[in-house]
Structure formats: structure tokens, C-alpha cells
């Protein structure tokens, strides 16, 4: 066999792959891809079980789910990680979901796919993604104006059908100029607007980015701790069962910890594919493979990790 690059299709986002190998026939590199892929869910996976077993017994006992971040991902690597059980998936750009969501590989290889929308969505790009097909959830409403044109797209696009659209409102967490999400003071009376205000979308709990590179070794995070207490806050004053309010909090380098805490919903993406590659980045600079990727991000926080004290709020 010899080593080359996937090419992109015409005008897709999707970037190449120097790490893959391919025969003649192409099927090398398939069965490299999902070994490695299957591998890597599967050890998530087990993580995310474990963690889920060592949360406090006074948090709500929800499952936590899987959200494989695929964002720079052909649809190739998407449809190895689904074959391999993996159903709920995220995209940080509106233009790269659509393309990849409606790949005809996937629309064939994965009718039951669930799609993530996790990144920033603008007011002008909201009619575009809320056409995806099976698109699942969106993570990211940071606004009442936001929620109302979701809201009444959501009631054009459904036609006659009484589906709602599940959403979470974003909270910035951490008062960071570059992240997004409303400010934590404004989450109740943002919530209320949407249960009361928005009856195409139905209101599934908070999600939070949170700062990078917390030092797990000061205590728990928090920028989770506070989207607890936002979440109790919301609980109280709607009169919710806080076991109906999701958190989505924990991505590949603190995702054990977010669910130890309270976590539902976890956006796990590099520990999955590999790394990401971007259009600007060397052509020929191989990929880690997920497993080795995975050692690396989060030897030094799971080793954080067996000293902390968590607190519900």
C-alpha cells in the first residue's frame, strides 16, 4: 500500500487526512479507520461510565450522553464512529453541518444519526441550520432575540407538524469577551421567556464552554459549579424537576470531571478523531491516533481528578 491524502469534495469544508492509507482498492485505510475509531469510542465510552458511577448520589441520576464532535471530519469517519454505536454527534459551524448532514453517506449509512448544533449561531444562518436533517438539539440560544427567530422559523419550516425543537440556552460561564453565552444574571428570565413565549422549542437545559486550561488541582471548575447553581436557580423559580433540566458541560480534556459534578452532556471531539486538521495547517503533518491523542489531553486531569471535593451547587 502507499500513503497519501483523502481529497476534499469541491466546495466542502472537509479538510484531507495525511494519515490515512490507502490501497488500490481503498480498503486499507478502512480497516485502520475503524479500528482506531471504534477503539477510541469505546474507551470514551467507558469513561464517561465510570465517571457517571463516581457522581454524588444527591445529583439527579441521568445518563450522560456521548456528543462526538466531528467538526473538520470527513463523513467517512462519521459513519465509522456511528457503526460502532456512537448515535449523537456535534458541529461547531452551520455551513459544515449542512454540507456533512446531508452527505449522501450518511443520510444512507446513519438514519438514526442525532445532530448537535455546539457552535455560535447568528441570526442570519438560523433558517440554514434549522434545515439539517435530524438535527437533534441545539446547544447555543444566548439570547431572547435569538430564541424568538428560532422560535419562529422552527414554526414555519415544522408546516403543520407539532414537533417541537429541542434547545439549550449557552451561558458564559466564565465572563470571558471571547466566549459566548448569555450572562449567568440573565439565564431565569431567559429561560422563562422561552418556556412561555416559544411554543415551537422546547427547552431541554444550560450548556457552558468555560474557561480552557482550568487547574483541576484548585477544586472542582467553576464555571460548572456556577451552571449548577444557574440550574437550581432556574428549577426554583419555574418550578422544574431538576432532573428534567440538562447540563451540557465537558469537552476531551475535563469531560470526566464535568460529569462527576453534574454533567448530562459532554462534547468530546479530539480523543475521538484525532486531531483536528485545519485548511492553513502543514499538509503533511500525521494525525495521533484517538488513543494516543487521548492519553495525552487528559493524563494530567484525571490524575487531578482523584483529590477533588465536589459540591452540588
Known amino acids: 500500500f502507499y500513503t497519501t491524502t483523502t481529497k476534499a469534495k469541491s ?183 422561552i418556556v412561555s413565549r416559544c411554543a415551537a422549542l422546547h427547552f431541554t437545559g444550560l450548556m457552558t464552554i468555560g474557561r480552557y486550561g482550568y487547574d483541576l488541582g484548585l477544586g472542582p471548575n467553576p464555571d460548572f459549579q456556577m451552571l449548577l447553581s444557574r440550574r437550581q436557580e432556574v428549577c426554583d423559580s419555574l418550578k422544574l424537576p431538576v432532573e428534567d433540566v440538562e447540563l451540557s458541560m465537558g469537552m476531551s480534556t475535563d469531560f470526566e470531571h464535568a460529569i462527576e459534578v453534574g454533567s448530562t452532556n459532554v462534547r468530546v471531539g479530539s480523543i475521538i478523531f484525532g486531531n483536528r486538521e485545519y485548511p492553513n495547517s502543514a499538509a503533511n503533518t500525521p494525525t495521533p491516533s484517538p488513543e494516543k491523542t487521548s492519553k495525552v489531553v487528559c493524563e494530567e486531569a484525571a490524575r487531578k481528578m482523584k483529590h477533588l471535593t465536589v459540591s452540588e451547587h
Open 11 to 193: 466546495g466542502s469544508s472537509y479538510p484531507t487526512l495525511p494519515y490515512l492509507r490507502l490501497t488500490s482498492d481503498g480498503g486499507m485505510w478502512k480497516v485502520a479507520m475503524s479500528e482506531e475509531v471504534g477503539k477510541a469510542i469505546q474507551s470514551v465510552a467507558e469513561r464517561v461510565k465510570a465517571a457517571a458511577a463516581r457522581r454524588q448520589k444527591t445529583l439527579p441520576a441521568v445518563a450522560p450522553r456521548l456528543v462526538a464532535v466531528s467538526k473538520t471530519k470527513p463523513p467517512e469517519m462519521v459513519v465509522e464512529a456511528y457503526r460502532h454505536g456512537q448515535r449523537n454527534f456535534g458541529e461547531n459551524y452551520v455551513n459544515e453541518l449542512v454540507d456533512k448532514a446531508s452527505d449522501p453517506l450518511i443520510l444512507e449509512s446513519c438514519p438514526d444519526i442525532k445532530w448537535h448544533f455546539i457552535g455560535h449561531l447568528q441570526k442570519n444562518n438560523v433558517n440554514k441550520l434549522l434545515g439539517v436533517p435530524n438535527l437533534f438539539l441545539v446547544e447555543t440560544v444566548d439570547s431572547v432575540k435569538l430564541a424568538d427567530r428560532v422560535n419562529n422559523s422552527w414554526e414555519r419550516l415544522r408546516g403543520g407538524s407539532s414537533q417541537k425543537l429541542n434547545i439549550m440556552v449557552q451561558v458564559n460561564t466564565s465572563g470571558e469577551q471571547s466566549k459566548h453565552g448569555l450572562p449567568p444574571e440573565e439565564t431565569v428570565n431567559t429561560v422563562k421567556h
